[in-house]
């Protein structure tokens, strides 16, 4: 493979490459079932695409790099060209504002990633056999091609750790964040999980789950054909009650819903809450191979505890059930300790143009990474389970 010659192309739109082609590097598991991650499957990336969730006047044009060998495509990356740092949830708003201040252009960036998507998976997309070639392929070209467009910056989000550490030793910055999620110690059912917990703990996530039974309603979980239009237009509601309160627009377009609808309704897991009248609450989930992915909460009434109760508990019932081992339940939120997720770090990495400005945010990085190893440590030992519990 090191004599083969590899071309980088860059797509503005994913109907420029077959789902097979695609899929063949970002899910080659799926062909025996279901993908390890649905983000990066052209089914999801599209329906950003064609719902206008990303493209013109989002701040989010598409620029996929796919790598080919003699014709073959042997790696590709969802990759666009950023004019903000919106929707991205590893920030580099203190970069831009350092950067701006000395006299630079922050803006546009080039940014691998998944939209508004805060879920750690592969960035660098290799067909099996490609790993390292691959990989290597798509940094190069993804720092040439910033370069050549005398972009500021190079960011690839919530990679894995390998990406992580392979980038580093390709040159890249490597920087370390951290999320909350919850990890299943093969547990028979949700009282199983609570005997893990200490005796106050256990017995809070029992009075929030009791109130919660309290709220007048019902609580259904539904995945498959078991949606329906009427539950994503509940669900549409409470999305951009959210949406307007955290971001001030929400990210995602009503059409992108009914596509996950059309394309994606296997991968989904949406939890409503009823009140005998209407849908007051929900929370949307995908489903991983082996993950369950907490995406979007939101209400249109407040009822005590019902948020944890769907964005948490429920996510945990059905990952028990399910045989899942774990539960990423988004970004941030130090809340959730208390209700048995635990601190992990996530990863990403990045290219500074300048070189003196690299060096300094190298610098800030190696702090960084110090301070979040520790705060991992630290949050960790105050964690709800008994102190017999062993960790994975």
């Given at each position: 493979?090191?004599?083969?010659?590899?071309?980088?192309?860059?797509?503005?739109?994913?109907?420029?490459?077959?789902?097979?082609?695609?899929?063949?590097?970002?899910?080659?598991?799926?062909?025996?079932?279901?993908?390890?991650?649905?983000?990066?499957?052209?089914?999801?990336?599209?329906?950003?695409?064609?719902?206008?969730?990303?493209?013109?006047?989002?701040?989010?044009?598409p620029?996929?790099?796919?790598?080919?060998?003699?014709?073959?495509?042997?790696?590709?990356?969802?990759?666009?060209?950023?004019?903000?740092?919106?929707?991205?949830?590893?920030?580099?708003?203190?970069?831009?504002?350092?950067?701006?201040?000395?006299?630079?252009?922050?803006?546009?960036?080039?940014?691998?990633?998944?939209?508004?998507?805060?879920?750690?998976?592969?960035?660098?997309?290799?067909?099996?056999?490609?790993?390292?070639?691959?990989?290597?392929?798509?940094?190069?070209?993804?720092?040439?091609?910033?370069?050549?467009?005398?972009?500021?910056?190079?960011?690839?989000?919530?990679?894995?750790?390998?990406?992580?550490?392979?980038?580093?030793?390709?040159?890249?910055?490597?920087?370390?964040?951290?999320?909350?999620?919850?990890?299943?110690?093969?547990?028979?059912?949700?009282?199983?999980?609570?005997?893990?917990?200490?005796?106050?703990?256990?017995?809070?996530?029992?009075?929030?789950?009791?109130?919660?039974?309290?709220?007048?309603?019902?609580?259904?979980?539904?995945?498959?054909?078991?949606?329906?239009?009427?539950?994503?237009?509940?669900?549409?509601?409470?999305?951009?009650?959210?949406?307007?309160?955290?971001?001030?627009t929400?990210?995602?377009?009503?059409?992108?819903?009914?596509?996950?609808?059309?394309?994606?309704?296997?991968?989904?897991?949406?939890?409503?809450?009823?009140d005998?009248?209407r849908?007051?609450?929900?929370?949307?989930?995908?489903?991983?191979?082996?993950?369950?992915?907490?995406?979007?909460?939101?209400?249109?009434?407040?009822?005590?505890?019902?948020?944890?109760?769907?964005c948490?508990?429920q996510?945990?019932?059905?990952a028990?059930?399910?045989?899942?081992?774990?539960?990423?339940?988004?970004?941030?939120?130090?809340?959730?300790?208390?209700?048995?997720?635990?601190?992990?770090?996530?990863?990403?990495?990045?290219?500074?143009?300048?070189?003196?400005?690299?060096?300094?945010?190298?610098?800030?990085?190696?702090?960084?990474?110090?301070?979040?190893?520790?705060?991992?440590?630290?949050?960790?030992?105050y964690?709800?389970?008994?102190?017999?519990?062993?960790?994975?």
């Amino acid at each position: 493979m090191s004599d083969t010659r590899i071309e980088i192309n860059v797509l503005t739109s994913l109907d420029q490459i077959a789902p097979g082609d695609w899929d063949a590097c970002a899910c080659p598991e799926a062909a025996g079932g279901r993908p390890i991650d649905p983000f990066t499957t052209h089914r999801f990336l599209k329906a950003l695409e064609d719902s206008g969730s990303v493209g013109s006047g989002t701040g989010w044009q598409p620029r996929y790099l796919v790598a080919k060998a003699d014709g073959e495509v042997i790696a590709c990356a969802p990759a666009y060209a950023k004019g903000h740092s919106q929707g991205e949830y590893i920030f580099d708003h203190s970069f831009a504002h350092a950067y701006e201040r000395a006299g630079g252009r922050y803006y546009p960036k080039l940014q691998i990633a998944v939209p508004f998507t805060p879920a750690t998976g592969r960035r660098f997309l290799t067909k099996p056999g490609w790993d390292e070639t691959g990989m290597a392929a798509l940094v190069q070209g993804a720092v040439q091609i910033a370069a050549d467009n005398e972009l500021s910056s190079l960011h690839a989000t919530f990679c894995t750790e390998a990406e992580a550490i392979a980038g580093e030793a390709m040159g890249l910055l490597r920087r370390t964040t951290q999320q909350f999620h919850w990890v299943n110690h093969d547990y028979a059912d949700f009282d199983a999980f609570l005997a893990s917990l200490s005796s106050r703990k256990r017995k809070n996530i029992r009075k929030e789950r009791r109130t919660t039974q309290d709220f007048g309603g019902r609580i259904v979980g539904l995945t498959g054909d078991d949606l329906r239009p009427e539950h994503w237009d509940a669900f549409w509601r409470f999305y951009q009650d959210t949406g307007a309160r955290k971001w001030g627009t929400p990210y995602l377009t009503r059409e992108f819903f009914d596509l996950v609808q059309e394309t994606m309704r296997d991968d989904v897991y949406l939890v409503l809450a009823e009140d005998g009248r209407r849908y007051v609450a929900g929370a949307l989930n995908f489903i991983g191979r082996d993950t369950l992915y907490g995406r979007y909460w939101g209400c249109v009434e407040d009822h005590p505890c019902l948020h944890f109760e769907l964005c948490y508990y429920q996510a945990i019932d059905y990952a028990i059930a399910h045989g899942m081992k774990r539960v990423e339940a988004g970004a941030q939120g130090e809340h959730k300790l208390a209700r048995g997720y635990l601190p992990v770090p996530t990863h990403s990495l990045h290219w500074m143009a300048d070189e003196g400005f690299a060096q300094a945010v190298q610098q800030y990085l190696e702090a960084e990474r110090n301070a979040v190893d520790e705060e991992i440590e630290i949050l960790t030992s105050y964690g709800p389970f008994r102190k017999t519990m062993t960790e994975d």
